[in-house]
Every structure is written in structure tokens, then in C-alpha cells.
């Protein structure tokens, strides 16, 4: 399993999930750093080999660096298969796979050719993932909206690209829906691209103090320009900023609404926390988010950058707690019929299978079966 960089996000919620649920598997996970995921990989005595030439800016000698010391791990331990995740992992990953002559899985979450970012990187991008795509065998795209896309720009082909959902699994939802006395709104997401805390921010302005509570819960390179942005707005006394909490489910179950706002998206796992735990849900209009939120049923979508529409959301809501309930509600049953991780976890062994058919694995004890690195069988 590799990764680029170890940090909490989506990316690596989804492969912490598929480590820790994958029964039939033997892990080891392959990233340019340490943090949340190489510590979760630890107590799970899976092997962890860090990169450090693995770096997310394009760095054509760190870059060869990294190829050459994957291509290396891959001769040496023999996986049956290389999942590779992100972007620049997935580039390193696919290409030391085929030099190694073993077969390759990449999942995107969220395409760097999106809606949403710059012109220029959009089209670098789309020309690297074009060149890539024909070394993986099945393509894993969080949403539909990331399948179709590629396949418009001309990225992968129809039977190589495959649509899994995220999915995460679930928890004892609240005992009731909670009504605060002042209303709790929360989101979840690092304070970086391409998540969108500064129409958060003005939204919040737009309110009085007593009117709401907005709480922000991560870390990142953006969270001192937002603090200053905050105090810059005046919105301090309805602003807390929790930074990065192992507790999300807990703070999720005291909230009234929960609210995510990005620039592009593939398929947010923090949406899915928030439906799971039977909340209405405000999110962009982005990427993968509607194929999640049904607008007017689980919540609410908005354009990109727009406050005035999302505090006309939010008034909407706080408004009318049996609206918010109702939209929790259906929101938690949407989770459970299509966001499981029982669901993603099979249907990517599916094609963990199909992509590794032609390699003979012999049945192993006690259930262990085919290794995502390692080991190949000679």
C-alpha cells in the first residue's frame, strides 16, 4: 500500500480502513513520512518502509530517487500487488510496479485535473495521468463524477476505471437528535487545499454571537491565516478552532449541523462521518459531494465561495429543527444502504482479485491469503 505522505486526511483514513478490515490480506505500507498512518501501522505490526525522496512537489532528483528506491523494495520483497494512492504516489508506484513486472492498482481521490484547480496544474495533470494510467491494471475512482471525468479527458479507458464508493464503518448512532440551546455547527477537514474555511469564516460574521457556535476541528498550513482571518472578521467569540481531534465521532454526536465547503473533491469521508452520525450536512457542490448529499433530502449543496448563500443555509436550518432532524435522519439511513465500509472493503478485494488472477497463491494458514506487499510467490 503506498501513499505519499502519512499526515490524517481522507486519503489515509481510506487505506487505514482497508488495512485493518482486509482479512485475506498481508500489508505494508510504503509512504514518505511519518504520522497518523505509519502510527496506525505500527500497532498493527504491519511493516512500514519510509521514502523520504517520496515528496509531494515535483522534484525531478527526488523524484528518480523515489522510483529507484520502490523499484528496489518491489524486486527485493515480491508483492502480488501494489495499491497505489495519491498523486504523486500513484506516478512512483505504477511506474516501479511495471519495472518490476507486478501488477497495479491505483485509487484517485479526487483527480489534480478537476473543477476547481488552476488552469495550469489542471492541464500537467492531465498530460502525467494520461502517460501513467495504461500501468495499472484497474483504476479505483471514488466517485462517479471522478470515473467520468477522467474518462472525458481521456485518462484510463472504460474497463480499466472502476467506481468504489467510500465507504467507513459504522458506530452507535445518538440515542436522539441533539438540539442545542445555541447551534453547533462543525467541520471537519484540514486547513488546506482544497478545503474552504475562509466562507466559513464570513459566513459566521453574517450571525450574531448568540445566534451559533462554529467549531473547525483540524490542522494544516492554512490554520494561522484562518485564526487571523477570524479575528480579522470579529467572529472569535463564535469561532473555535480544535486543530486535529481523535475524537471527531464524539464531537460530531453534540453537533446540530455539520458543514463542508471545498474548492474540488473527490468523495469527503468526513461527509460520511456526519451522515453516519444522523446529521444534515451543508457541502459544496463538488466532485463526488452529490452523489453523497441529496439536496433538499440529506442536506443542503451551495455553489463554490459563496457566504451569503451558505449563512441563508445555515439560518434555514437552525430555523427548523424538525426539517434538520428529518434531513438527519435520511441523511444516517443513506450511510447504511450505500457507505459502508462492508461494501468499499469487497468490492476493492474484487478487484484486488481480478487484478492478481493470473498470479498462483497458495491457501495460506489461518485465513491469510494474497499479500499487497509483500510477498510475491516465486
Known amino acids: ?56 512537489p515535483i522534484s525531478p532528483r527526488k523524484d528518480l530517487a523515489a522510483l529507484t528506491d520502490v523499484y528496489a523494495l518491489l524486486r527485493r520483497e515480491r508483492p502480488d500487488l501494489v495499491h497505489a494512492n495519491s498523486s504523486k504516489a500513484g506516478v512512483i508506484g505504477r511506474a516501479a510496479a511495471t519495472l518490476a513486472g507486478i501488477p497495479a492498482v491505483f485509487t484517485a481521490h479526487g483527480w489534480a485535473f478537476t473543477e476547481g484547480v488552476s488552469r495550469r496544474q489542471a492541464q500537467i495533470a492531465t498530460v502525467v495521468e494520461k502517460m501513467v494510467a495504461p500501468l495499472a491494471k484497474k483504476i479505483i475512482c471514488v466517485s462517479d463524477y471522478d470515473r467520468s471525468l477522467a474518462l472525458r479527458k481521456g485518462v484510463g479507458d472504460a474497463a480499466q476505471m472502476v467506481t468504489v464508493h467510500n465507504g467507513i464503518p459504522d458506530i452507535a448512532p445518538p440515542v436522539a437528535p441533539v438540539l442545542n440551546a445555541v447551534p453547533r455547527i462543525v467541520m471537519v477537514a484540514r486547513f488546506a487545499a482544497p478545503k474552504d474555511y475562509e466562507t466559513l469564516l464570513r459566513a459566521a460574521a453574517l450571525f450574531q454571537p448568540q445566534d451559533l457556535r462554529v467549531e473547525c476541528v483540524g490542522d494544516g498550513p492554512d490554520l494561522v491565516a484562518s485564526r487571523s482571518l477570524a479575528k480579522e472578521l470579529g467572529v472569535e467569540d463564535r469561532v473555535i478552532f480544535h486543530g486535529a481531534r481523535s475524537d471527531v465521532a464524539a464531537l460530531l454526536s453534540d453537533a446540530d449541523i455539520f458543514v463542508l465547503l471545498s474548492r474540488w473533491e473527490g468523495l469527503p469521508i468526513s461527509i460520511l462521518e456526519a451522515m453516519r452520525a444522523g446529521l444534515p450536512v451543508i457541502a459544496s457542490r463538488v466532485g463526488g459531494v452529490p452523489e453523497a448529499v441529496e439536496d433538499g433530502v440529506t442536506g443542503i449543496l451551495l455553489e463554490r465561495n459563496d457566504a451569503g448563500a451558505l449563512a441563508d443555509a445555515l439560518r434555514s436550518l437552525i430555523s427548523d429543527p424538525p426539517r434538520r432532524r428529518a434531513m438527519g435522519i435520511h441523511a444516517r ?22 487484478c492478481t488472477a493470473d498470479i498462483h497463491i497458495a491457501p495460506e494458514p489461518h485465513g491469510v491469503g494474497p499479500q499487497v506487499l509483500p510477498q510475491r510467490r516465486k
Do not use: P, W
Open 333 to 354: 439511513q443513506r450511510f447504511l444502504a450505500h457507505f459502508s465500509a462492508e461494501r468499499m472493503v469487497q468490492q476493492t478485494q474484487q478487484i484486488y482479485a481480478q
Open 1 to 56: 500500500m503506498m501513499v505519499t505522505k502519512s499526515e490524517f486526511g481522507g486519503g489515509q483514513e481510506y487505506i487505514r480502513i482497508l488495512m485493518s478490515q482486509i482479512a485475506n490480506a498481508q500489508f505494508m505500507l510504503v509512504t514518505g513520512d511519518r504520522g497518523y498512518l505509519t502510527e496506525f501501522a505500527g500497532s498493527m505490526n504491519i511493516r512500514v518502509h519510509v521514502c523520504d525522496s517520496l515528496v509531494h
